[in-house]
């Protein structure tokens, strides 16, 4: 139950599925707003219904048009300021420029603190997100950042889903993400790997060779996790470097499904049983093309959190036993 000033929620075109499942379980309407381009490609935003005083929540994801898909939300948020909103959350389930979030070498930008930066100026009052890149983006904001978790979801879908899964290990296709596999290894109470990544000196393209590091895989359901995948490379050299070195199945779960460069054929040949992805991006278009893919809602976690910080409730139980237990209807086609 939604307590005090109302709620509105807005969105604008990366991802209105989503939003419309969110509105669905807090039971509010979708506030109605055009957001469209004119015909030299400005974009023109109009709210049809009054915000004023009110707690404005705005759904935007980076996916798909990126540049596109933040401009519209800096906008939104904009006009919402001007029209006297007493609250403004940006909720962003995929971060944009998430994975440019420090200087790793020279001359390149930190393009994660420029977005923070836009957000602050065009008015935002908190952010809402979903498994950042890099957890200390949250330093990048001078206002509350509530950074949510797929990983109690992903917990949840382990074990229903995935046979034999108390003989798995969980396994980091590089050395970033072994924080996560082993917060999740340790809940299963299951091992952990993690996967090397060999590049060629003088090139910057994909991994030429991916070795097993640490753990051991043989005769065992190997689940690959990851926060994202976009050109699936990586993905392609863990499945079979894990098949390689004798592991009986390969899973993969990953937070944020981009797919923007991935050839979903070459999926479909891989050496693994299923890819799980979250609907932090659309994926209709992406399920139509591969059948192994499959999506977890995170529609409940983040109306949950909507409605939390709305009425001024605490949402680190979002990280625990209620978000798994909310995994348990939240897989399917979305």
Not at 27 to 37: A, D, F, R, S
Not at 39 to 55: C, F, P, Q, T, Y
Not at 84 to 92: G, K, L, M, P, Q
Not at 263 to 285: M, R
Request: hydrophobic letters at 40%; aromatic letters at 4%.
């Amino acid at each position: 139950m939604l307590r005090g000033n109302s709620v509105r929620i807005l969105t604008g075109n990366s991802h209105p599925g989503l939003a419309q499942a969110v509105v669905e379980r807090l039971n509010v309407p979708l506030t109605p707003c055009t957001v469209k381009k004119f015909s030299n490609g400005e974009i023109n935003v109009k709210i049809a219904e009054s915000v004023r005083d009110e707690d404005v929540y705005i759904i935007q994801t980076g996916c798909g048009d990126v540049n596109d898909n933040l401009m519209e939300l800096l906008i939104l948020i904009s006009a919402c300021k001007g029209a006297s909103a007493r609250r403004i959350t940006a909720v962003i389930p995929c971060y944009p420029y998430a994975r440019m979030d420090k200087k790793d070498k020279s001359r390149a930008p930190i393009t994660a603190k420029l977005v923070a930066n836009m957000l602050a100026v065009a008015g935002c009052d908190h952010v809402i997100t979903m498994d950042l890149h890099a957890s200390q983006i949250q330093g990048f904001f001078d206002f509350p950042v509530d950074n949510l978790y797929s990983e109690p979801l992903m917990i949840a879908y382990i074990k229903r889903n995935i046979e034999g899964w108390k003989n798995s290990i969980i396994v980091s296709p590089d050395a970033g993400g072994a924080k996560r596999v082993t917060a999740i290894a340790d809940k299963l109470g299951v091992e952990f790997a993690l996967i090397h990544r060999e590049r060629t000196r003088n090139t910057n393209g994909p991994p030429e060779k991916m070795e097993v590091l640490v753990g051991d895989v043989r005769d065992k359901v190997a689940i690959l996790v990851d926060d994202m995948i976009d050109s699936g490379n990586t993905l392609t050299l863990a499945a079979r470097s894990l098949r390689d070195n004798g592991a009986k199945k390969v899973y993969a779960l990953v937070s944020h499904g981009l797919l923007s460069q991935t050839n979903l054929k070459k999926i479909e040949e891989l050496p693994i049983e299923q890819l799980v992805v979250t609907n932090t991006v659309p994926q209709q278009q992406h399920e139509a093309g591969c059948s192994k893919l499959v999506t977890i809602d995170v529609s409940p976690t983040i109306a949950e959190s909507i409605r939390r910080t709305h009425n001024g409730e605490s949402i680190s139980l979002l990280f625990g036993d209620w978000a798994e237990g909310a995994g348990v209807n939240g897989v399917g086609v979305y």
